[in-house]
Nanobody
């Protein structure tokens, strides 16, 4: 399983970015995927999970601003990030769970300037 995350960049506070996580193969239909982030000096944290059935949840810090979604036909999961804040600055990772195994994408840097 290979996951390729992309879409990060530098944006001003209040701006938007859309992250993508593309998979090698049609594996999002029956497996859970989630976005995580890790800021400098902090532990990696869960941002938004998406279950195999399409259920979503969000960390309190991003609720109402971020949206996770998937396009099964394109084997891609997205994280739409709106109203970005400097505290959203981090490396963002997608993670796929297949049974008892977890697979991580390589991470994409998001930097929000004040």
């Amino acid at each position: 399983v290979q996951l390729q995350a992309s879409g990060g960049g530098l944006v001003e506070a209040g701006g938007s970015l859309r992250l993508s996580c593309a998979a090698s193969g049609n594996i999002f239909r029956n497996n859970a995927i989630s976005w995580h982030r890790q800021a400098p000096g902090k532990q990696r944290e869960l941002v938004a999970p998406l279950t195999s059935g399409g259920g979503t949840d969000y960390a309190d810090s991003v609720k109402g601003r971020f949206t996770i979604s998937r396009d099964i036909a394109k084997n891609t999961v997205y994280l739409q990030m709106n109203s970005l804040k400097p505290e959203d600055t981090a490396v963002y990772y997608c993670r796929l769970r297949v049974g008892f195994n977890y697979y991580w994408g390589q991470g994409t840097q998001v930097t929000v300037s004040s």
